[in-house]
């Protein structure tokens, strides 16, 4: 009986968690945190909980909001104005003459779409902005603008799909920077001498071969 209680369970939550993947795979993945949420995919769990309105996603305009409506079954609404104004696509631009290299806009982006190191100049690498103006707030010269591209493109499917896979990337990379950053000086040190005594081991099995 247990065990069919937790197969229901795990067949339940399987279920959830397409509803939620097929929800987010309708946003535009610009990461931008205009809905009230920390990136698009926990909009996305918050819509399938029935928690939010489909109408809190500027970068997807009243079209995208009318999408999210459908798919949920939900009254059609244009973009709440109080999240952010829809429009055409905007990318992030950096002043060279006034960049400090202070990589304040680094750590904000958050699909990785600034190239740079600290004390050198930055730049916005525009192929991968999403426009999500992350990188305004924290500039301490006020160096950063945002334009409208050249050819006034909608974001595809395409870039979304791209913007997606780097941001869950720069998520994972930095989950593991910060599980490091928590081990303690003795993890550090046992993490070490293992790493000793396993090499110690290969040359002494080394060495044997070698003799027979």
């Not at 990136?39 to 500027?58: H, K, S, V």
């Not at 950096?94 to 600034?114: F, H, M, Q, S, Y």
Request: glycine residues 4%.
């Amino acid at each position: 009986m247990i065990r069919s209680e937790a197969v229901w369970t795990q067949y339940l939550d399987a279920i959830f968690n397409a509803h939620i993947e097929a929800i987010n795979a309708l946003l535009p993945q610009t990461q931008c945190r205009r809905c009230g949420f920390e990136a698009c995919r926990p909009y996305a769990e918050a819509l399938a909980r029935n928690e939010t309105l489909p109408n809190r996603c500027p970068p997807g305009g009243d079209e995208g909001a009318a999408r999210l409506a459908a798919f949920l079954n939900r009254p059609t609404t244009p973009v709440d104005r109080s999240c952010g104004e829809p429009g055409p696509l905007k990318v992030a631009r950096i002043r060279e003459v006034d960049c400090i290299g202070c990589t304040k806009c680094i750590l904000a982006c958050p699909v990785d779409a600034i190239s740079g190191a600290s004390r050198w100049m930055h730049a916005v690498i525009e192929s991968r902005c999403t426009g999500c103006e992350l990188c305004l707030p924290p500039c301490p010269t006020d160096c950063i603008e945002m334009v409208e591209v050249n050819d006034s493109s909608s974001w595809s499917s395409e870039q979304a799909d791209a913007a997606r896979s780097r941001y869950e990337a720069r998520t994972e990379r930095l989950s593991k920077a910060q599980a490091r950053s928590l081990e303690t000086p003795e993890d550090r040190r046992r993490a070490l001498v293992a790493q000793a005594l396993e090499r110690a081991t290969q040359r002494r099995e080394s060495a044997r071969k070698a003799s027979a």
